[in-house]
């Protein structure tokens, strides 16, 4: 298996580049190590509906915190019917409508090369986001050099990144089921009940629409978090959802 030293050995051969970053574990890592490796690197953070605002803000700490500029992109995704339509291929869509905005803006700035925080623990079956980056050229130096999540997540710590704990965060688009339109209403009713667990202390969770009413998805170790703040959930979440369930089938991913 390639470690971080492949990843030096490509950041030696490719000098300048254009990152699309999320604030998340993956990006946040490879932008810290492109710094150290003295690349000539710019991380732009799509700014859409599908993000919620705390991805937005840990965007914006961990750029300052590693000195760097974060060029912001504005995409409204919801514009685009081939996304909101929600069919199973959704992400190829959205991919395509983001990173197209990001490779407008690196090309203006004079960058060709993109790339982005995809990691070797990441299953290129049955991915169609991936399809669409290949399309468009994009770059996965994490995974070409063979960088799992969990070693991602120890250098990450070792280099004192905050994000080296953080749970995975899926965009708000996927708590809408396949086939069932995304609008702003969902999607905005997800992050504010999203936010509601975050508040009461939860974490690595989902809360997923379901023929109109919310269905929780938490791990077996919260199950007495939920209980004790049950009433403060029913009553946060009543107003966007027409009952709450709980989802008994716990996953290793959600």
């Not at 965009?171 to 999203?194: D, F, M, Q, S, V």
Request: net charge neutral; charged share 25%; hydrophobic share 40%.
């Amino acid at each position: 298996m390639q470690t971080s030293n492949q990843l030096g050995k490509f950041f030696q051969d490719n000098r300048q580049a254009a990152l699309a970053f999320s604030g998340g574990v993956d990006s946040t890592y490879l932008l810290y190590e492109a710094i150290r490796q003295g690349v000539k690197i710019q991380p732009y953070y799509v700014k859409s509906a599908f993000q919620p605002e705390f991805e937005y803000q840990d965007a914006l700490r961990l750029a300052k915190e590693l000195n760097i500029e974060l060029k912001v992109i504005p995409v409204d995704v919801l514009a685009n019917e081939a996304v909101t339509d929600n069919p199973a291929n959704r992400c190829y869509f959205c991919k395509t409508c983001i990173f197209s905005a990001i490779l407008k803006e690196a090309k203006e700035d004079g960058y060709t090369l993109i790339l982005d925080g995809t990691n070797a623990s990441d299953d290129a079956v049955d991915r169609p986001g991936m399809q669409a980056l290949q399309e468009m050229k994009v770059r996965s130096p994490l995974r070409e050099c063979g960088l799992t999540k969990e070693k991602i997540r120890r250098l990450s710590q070792k280099a004192g990144l905050f994000t080296w704990n953080k749970p995975a965060y899926a965009c708000l688009a996927t708590r809408i089921p396949t086939g069932e339109k995304i609008t702003l209403n969902k999607l905005a009713a997800t992050e504010r009940a999203e936010g509601c667990l975050f508040s009461l202390g939860f974490s690595d969770f989902r809360v997923r629409f379901f023929h109109g009413m919310a269905r929780l998805q938490i791990r077996e170790n919260q199950l007495s978090l939920l209980q004790e703040n049950r009433e403060r959930i029913l009553e946060a979440l009543k107003s966007d959802y027409q009952g709450v369930l709980l989802d008994l089938e716990v996953r290793d991913e959600h």
